[in-house]
C-alpha cells in the first residue's frame, strides 16, 4: 500500500528523474504562482503581520508588512510590502492593488442589516528580492473581498466604529522570473 501511494505522488510530480531533483531541491527559474494574503488587523503590521502562501514557482509561505520603498519594515501604512519567506525576502508594491480597491463601490449593501461586500482586483509588481528571490522580477493581480456587517447607532449603520463582523480573503496569481 504504501509503495502504490509513493508511486502515485511520484507520477503526480512528474516521475522524471529531472523533474523530481528539481522539485527535492526547490530549485526555480520562475512561472506560474499563485498567492494567498492573510492581512494584518492591526496598523502596526511590523508587531502584527500578516500571512502570505505562494505556491507554483514560489512554494513559500512567511509574513507579510509594510515597508518603506528601499524595502525597510515601517509602521506607517504603506502601498509596499516586505514579503519576509523562509528562503528569503520578496518587496512588492501594491499601489494599483490598493487603488482599485479603495475605489470600489459595494457590489452587495444591505442598509437594513448594515452589511455590505466590496470586491476589486488590480496589479502588484515585485520591486526587488533577497535570498532566494535575489533578482526576481514579475507581477501577479491581486483580488481582495471585503465583506462586512457595520455597528448601528441611533437605528442607523455607522462606519465611525470597527466592522461588529467582517471577512478579508485576498488572492491572486501572476508569473515571475528568477
Known sequence: MRRGVL???????????????AFAAGGSTGGATKVWVTPSNSTTSVKHPGKVVF???????GTSVSATATGKPSKKKSTYKLLKLTKGTILVTTVGFTKALTSASPSTS??????????????????KGTGAYSGITGKFTLTGTFAAILAKKNGACTTKSNPVGSYVAIQGSGTVSF
Do not use: E, K, M, R
Open 7 to 21: 508511486v502515485l505522488v511520484a507520477a503526480l510530480l512528474g516521475a522524471g528523474a529531472p523533474a523530481s531533483a
Open 55 to 61: 505556491t507554483g514557482a514560489i512554494g513559500d509561505y
Open 110 to 127: 444591505n442598509t437594513t442589516t448594515c452589511s455590505f461586500v466590496v470586491s476589486a482586483g488590480g496589479p502588484v509588481t515585485i520591486v
